[in-house]
């Protein structure tokens, strides 16, 4: 079999036992959409750029230990929005213009460890979205690529009130999680699941 067909997780299994080659064609994948999800947001061609390389960093440097509930695919693009509001977190609130989820990540939690905060709510949105049924989770992919809920509707054929539906579906099942297992942390983490559905 020649190495573009590879499946996602053949590729990462190989990843995780150090192969190189197979690295640099998950990078070659997914780095396009990747950048136009990061650059969605933050409108600026460096720091999308250097969203995404980080991102890959990341990835290489915890090959192995990571465990991918779902499939690559929603792993990438959660992650991506993840570093987009690290992003923002990283800047004084006043220098760049932020939605009302992003200011309360920013404010009610300046403190966090965001490596390991992010993490874990990783974990946790990889775990509740493994149980849910494969048309919500299908939202949930699109919806991280900053698509539209037109746009949703198109591509999976369905009305534009099915497609509000299934996404405050999804936001209801990560909110049940989150509240389940950080009720310390859940004012932050309900704020950054916030975030990740919005659309600019």
Same mark, same amino acid.
């Given at each position: 079999?020649?190495?573009?067909?590879?499946?996602?997780?053949?590729?990462?299994?190989?990843?995780?036992?150090?192969?190189?080659?197979?690295?640099?064609?998950?990078?070659?994948?997914?780095?396009?959409?990747?950048?136009?999800?990061?650059?969605?947001?933050?409108?600026?061609?460096?720091?999308?750029?250097?969203?995404?390389?980080?991102?890959?960093?990341?990835?290489?440097?915890?090959?192995?230990?990571?465990?991918?509930?779902?499939?690559?695919?929603?792993?990438?693009?959660?992650?991506?929005?993840?570093?987009?509001i690290s992003h923002f977190r990283s800047r004084n609130v006043n220098e760049v213009r932020l939605d009302d989820a992003l200011q309360?990540?920013?404010?009610?939690?300046?403190?966090?460890?965001?490596?390991?905060?992010?993490?874990?709510?990783?974990?946790?949105?990889?775990?509740?979205?493994?149980?849910?049924?494969?048309?919500? =989770?299908? #939202?949930?992919?699109?919806? %991280? &690529?900053?698509?539209?809920?037109?746009? @949703? *509707?198109?591509?999976?054929?369905?009305? $534009? =009130?099915? #497609?509000?539906?299934?996404? %405050? &579906?999804?936001?209801?099942?990560?909110? @049940? *999680?989150?509240?389940?297992?950080?009720? $310390?942390?859940? #004012?932050?983490?309900?704020?950054?699941?916030?975030?990740?559905?919005?659309?600019?």
């Amino acid at each position: 079999m020649l190495m573009h067909q590879l499946s996602d997780n053949e590729l990462l299994l190989r990843i995780k036992k150090d192969d190189h080659s197979s690295f640099d064609l998950l990078f070659d994948r997914y780095w396009e959409r990747l950048y136009k999800v990061a650059f969605a947001r933050v409108a600026d061609d460096h720091v999308a750029q250097d969203i995404v390389q980080e991102l890959f960093i990341k990835l290489w440097e915890r090959r192995h230990s990571m465990e991918i509930r779902l499939t690559l695919e929603n792993y990438l693009l959660t992650a991506v929005r993840f570093s987009v509001i690290s992003h923002f977190r990283s800047r004084n609130v006043n220098e760049v213009r932020l939605d009302d989820a992003l200011q309360r990540v920013n404010l009610l939690e300046s403190s966090i460890n965001e490596n390991e905060g992010y993490f874990e709510l990783e974990k946790t949105l990889e775990e509740a979205l493994s149980k849910m049924p494969g048309m919500l =989770q299908k #939202v949930y992919q699109l919806r %991280s &690529e900053d698509m539209g809920v037109k746009e @949703i *509707a198109t591509e999976l054929g369905v009305a $534009e =009130q099915t #497609v509000k539906n299934y996404i %405050s &579906e999804v936001l209801r099942r990560l909110r @049940i *999680a989150i509240v389940d297992k950080h009720p $310390e942390k859940q #004012v932050t983490y309900l704020a950054i699941i916030s975030a990740l559905f919005i659309k600019t």
